[in-house]
C-alpha cells in the first residue's frame, strides 16, 4: 500500500524509466553541459559549501531509490566536489513505494537513505526508521518552497505530482474537464480507458469523484469508490504503471487517468493530448529523500542533500525526469518544456485542487483490502 | 576399499549441488514456511514469530479463494492449449527424417533464446486490436470485427499457451520417437483404422510424455505473475500477483507467505495426482 503514483519498477517498469531518460535526452531538454560544472559546482554559491563544522564527509551512503530518478550529473558531480564521499543507488524490483518501510526495516544496516512520499515517511516513523536530519547543515533548503518544505518535514523534498486525466482531443469530441464527465463517457470510449495500475492512485481518483478525501477511512466512503471503480472497470482497456503516455500520443487509448509529469512528456510527442486537472480535484503526491535511523553516513548525506538542492544541480534533476519542481529557485535553470507546462507549473490554484496523499494507519489494509476486491471483480 | 573410495568421490561431487540447493532452495523454502506462521504489525513491520493460523485463514476469504479457483483454472486452461497444439507438433516432427527432425526441435526451442519478458511483449503487438493476428483473422474471414483478446483472461492464456509451449512439445517429442512402430503396423496388419491405431497404440505410448509435458507447464503456469501482468493489463487477479503484491506493495511478508506455502500444496497434490496418472499409463 501507499504506492507512488509513478515508479515503475517492475521489469517493464524499468524500461518505462530507462524510456523516460532516454526521451529526455532525445528531445534535449537535459541541461547541457552540466559535466563541466565538475568541482566547481561543490563551491559554485557560499550556501553549497561543505559544513565547515566538521572536515570534510567520507564515505559511501546507499540510497534506495527510484531507477534513473536523479540527475544526470548529480552523483557525479558530488562526488567530485566531495572527494571521499559517495552515494551508491539501489532500488526495489517494484512499482510501488508500499515496500520500501519494510524493506528498510527488515534491513537497517542496509540502506542509508531513501526516497518516498509523505505516506512514506508517515509510515516510516510509524516504523521509527527515519533519522532527523541536522538542518544546519543543509542551508539549501532554503531554495525549497515553504508550501512543500512545511509539508514534507522528515527529509528535502524531492519533487511532486499530480493523478489526473490526459485525454486526446483529437479522438475525444466531449470536453473532459472532471472525474465525472471521465466516468460519464466511459460507456461511449468503452476500451478506449487506461487508469494507472496504482492504488492509491485509481482509489483516490474514485474518491475525488465521489466527493470524499482521497486519505478517507469511512469504510462507507470506500466501499462508495470501490462501487465506481468497478462500475468503470469493464470500459477499461488495463490497468497500466508505465508507457501510459506513450500509448495516449500513439493511439492507444484516447482518455488515461495519469501522472502530470507523463501527460508533459506525451504532449511532446503528440499535441493533441490535453492535461486536465479534474474539477472535483485530484490526489497528489509529494516525495522527498530522508535518512535512515542511526545511519553511519548521515554527514555524507546532509553534504547530499545540500548539494542536491543547489539551484542548477536541482534543475539536473528535473531536466532529467520531467517532474514537477519544488525549487523556483531552480526554474531558471530548468527546460522551458518543463516550466512552463501548464501540467506541471505550480500555483495557488492547482494546489488548491489537489490532496496529497497521507499515510493511513491501520487503515492501510482496507485500502489493501478494496484494490484487490477491485482487481478481482 | 578402492570400491568406497571411489563411491566417497561420487559423493562429494554432488556436495556443490547439495550446498547450493540447501542454501539456495531449503532454507529460503524453510523460511516462507516460517514466515508462514507469523504475524506482523503494518504499522511498525515488526513482525512476531510464532504458530498462528491467521494468516491460512484469510486464505479463505472469498476474494482469495476465487482467486486461487481462476488461478487453477486458467492454468489447466492453458496445459489444455499447449496439449491441443504440441501433440500433433511433436508428432508431426517425431516422423520426419532424423536430420529435419533436430531441425525442428532447435525452432521448437529458438523462443528460448530471446528473453522471456522480451517475447510477452512481443505478443502484446502480436494480439493487439489492429495487429498482425487480427488482420490474418479477417484475410481468412473468421473474423469481421476487434480481436478484443489483449488485456483479457484469453489474452493471458494465449500467453501463458506460447511461452510454454516449448515445455510441452519436447517431452511428448521424446515419448513418440521412442516408439517402435512396428507397434503401429501390428496394429495396422490386424486391422485397426488409423483412429483406433492412434487411440490404443500411439497415445498410450505417449502418455509418459503427455504427463511430464503436463507437468513442466501446469505446475508454474499455476504461479504466473510476468504474463498476467503484461497481457491481462493489470484487470485480472491471478494468485502470483497477489503473492508479489503482498511482498512488494502491501509489506505482509507472513500472508504473502502463507498463500506461497498455500501454492506449493496445490501444486504438490497436483504432481500426486499426475503421477499416479503416469503410472497408470505407463505400459505395462
Redesign the interface.
Known sequence: MNDLPHRPLSPAGTMRRRELLARAAQMGIALPALSALGAACGSSSSSSSPPSSSGPPKGTAVLLNYQGWMGKHTVADFETAYPGAGIKQASLGSISSGAVVPQIKANMSTYDAALGDQAVTGQGVAADIIQPLDWSKIPNIKNVDEKFRSAYTHGIPTDYGKTGIGYRTDLVSDPINSWADLWNLAPKYSGKIVFTDLDRDCIGSALRYKGYSVNTTNQDELNQALQALIEIKPHLQALKSYNIGQGLAQGSYAIAMDWDYDIALAQQDNPHIKWVLPSEGASAYLEGFFAVKDTPQIEVLEAFFNFFLEPKQYADFVNTTGTAFVSNAATPYIDKTIAQNPALIVDPATLANVEFENYLGEATAAYNKLWDQFKSA | MMRYAGQALRSLLALPTLAWMLLFFLIPLGLVVVYSFATIS?????ISFGWTLSNYRQIHDP??F??LTRSIFLSISATLGCLLLGFPLAYFISRQPSRWQKLLLVLVIVPFWTSF?VRT?AIVNLI?NGGPLQHFLHALHVLSGPL?IL?TPKGIALGIVYSYLPLMVLPIYVSLERIDYNLVDAANDLGANPRRTFRRVTLPLAMPGVVVGCIIVGIPALGEY?IP??LG?????MLG??IT?Q???????PFGSAIAVALMVVMALALIVFRLAQRRAAPS
Open positions: 503494518l504499522v511498525t513491520y515488526n476474494l482469495y476465487n482467486t519478458i511483449y493487439d478484443n488485456y510476468v501482468e503484461i493489463g493489470g484487470k485480472t487477479l500477483n497477489v503484491d511482498f512488494l506493495s502491501v509489506g505482509d511478508y
